[in-house]
């Protein structure tokens, strides 16, 4: 299985400061038709997961544009420009190009 | 709006079985498959299984072959989920999603408590 390993597991970032996130994949997540199937998710706590990006870079309707995904290969990155208090919870990256799909562990994101 | 929405929470028995339903609206049910993810207590999202409601064409996560069966009632837009011979590392919130590889939406989870 594709191993996805994300760092920091653990990020306090103050509010309106810019935060990181990133998803490192043990394989290429180039599928043979071209596309990177991979997702970031969000999940509030006490909610089920949002996506956020889909291959890659694609925002979700809904997503503000202070989040953005970039990547390519096996190493892929979640930015947000100026967290807000609603940005709290944990980041989920994932692929679908390998099967099964696999998550990475999660990175919680807190208010200093 | 593409919605899914599932069944109750649950308490069982060790060695009881479970099973779970996802009712999908607002698409054609039966061009997307479901994916069915697993979160234990305070821990990361377990992918379990897919399946095509088209054809009935399953995928399970090796660690849960012989107790898990997924299943669709494309007459109610249905997604089933069961799960067999419980232990206590199954308590868990299990999700339904849209898609192999979409993963959008998601159900609003199932709390399953495996107990005795």
């Known amino acids: 299985d594709v191993v996805m390993t994300q760092s920091p597991l653990s990020l306090p970032v103050t509010l309106g400061q810019p935060a990181s996130v990133s998803c490192r994949s043990s394989?290429?997540?180039?599928?043979?038709?071209?596309?990177?199937?991979f997702n970031w998710f969000q999940q509030r706590p006490g909610q089920s997961p949002r996506r956020l990006f889909y291959?890659?870079?694609n925002r979700d309707s809904g997503v503000p544009d202070r989040f953005s995904g970039s990547g390519s290969g096996t190493d892929f990155t979640l930015k947000i420009s100026r967290v807000e208090a609603e940005d709290v919870g944990v980041y989920y990256c994932m692929q679908a190009t390998h099967w099964p799909p696999t998550f990475g562990q999660g990175t919680k994101v807190e208010i200093k | 709006q593409v919605q899914l929405v599932q069944s109750g929470a649950e308490v069982k028995k060790p060695g009881a079985s479970v099973k779970v339903s996802c009712k999908a609206s607002?698409?054609?049910?039966?061009?997307?498959?479901i994916s069915w993810v697993r979160q234990a207590p305070g821990q990361g999202l377990e992918w379990m299984g897919w399946?095509?409601?088209?054809?009935?064409?399953?995928n399970y996560a090796q660690k849960l072959q012989g107790r898990v069966t997924m299943t669709t009632d494309t007459s109610t837009s249905t997604a089933y989920m069961e799960l067999r011979s419980l232990r206590s590392d199954d308590t868990a919130v299990y999700y339904c999603?849209?898609?192999?590889?979409?993963?959008?939406?998601w159900g609003q989870g199932t709390l399953v408590t495996v107990s005795s």
């Open positions: 291959k890659v870079s």
């Open positions: 607002g698409y054609t049910f039966a061009n997307y498959g």
């Open positions: 394989q290429s997540l180039v599928h043979s038709d071209g596309h990177i199937y």
């Open positions: 999603a849209k898609g192999p590889r979409q993963f959008d939406p």
């Open positions: 399946i095509s409601p088209n054809n009935g064409n399953t």
